[in-house]
């Protein structure tokens, strides 16, 4: 626990705080004030598509919801003579403005890495704001080489 924040997993009854910390990132992004009537609806079909593959971290001040981060799980398809494995893509990292700069991302992302390595996870990757560069350098995340990407 960091002053008073609890970092935990998310369960099923923690979609509309998510939801509002989504809106929250989104109109931060703006500069202003987001107007889609249709978004909770979307949110919550999406989440519920999402649970079998995504560990929602949440950062719960006790009475509201202030940072998230998420882990979306990828199995690699079996190969003969190759142990199974996974890796995951971290998205969706977000904390609010006035608790920034005490810990809270790093707790979130030290118990991300943890949850990680203990389901076999052979490595995490993420697509970083410019902003959040420097915070995954200091966890020790770099440029990743192997991979190649298509922007469509």
Known sequence: MIDGVAIRVADQHDAEGIAGLR????????GRPSHDDGFDARFEEWIQREAGRRVSFLADAGDR???????????RMPSP???????????????LEGFR?????????????????????????????????????RAGFGPATMLMAQVL
Not at 85 to 94: K, P
Not at 104 to 110: I, M, R, T
């Open 23 to 30: 809106r929250t990132l989104r109109e931060e992004q703006l």
């Open 65 to 75: 919801l202030i940072g998230m981060m998420h882990l979306v799980v990828f199995e």
């Open 101 to 137: 700069d005490r810990g809270v991302g790093s707790a979130l992302l030290d118990r991300l890495l943890g949850h990680a390595r203990e389901i076999g996870c052979v490595r995490v990757v993420l697509s970083p704001s410019e902003r959040s560069v420097p915070f995954y350098a």
């Open 81 to 95: 003579e190759r142990a199974p494995s996974r890796w995951g893509y971290l998205a969706n990292a977000f904390v």
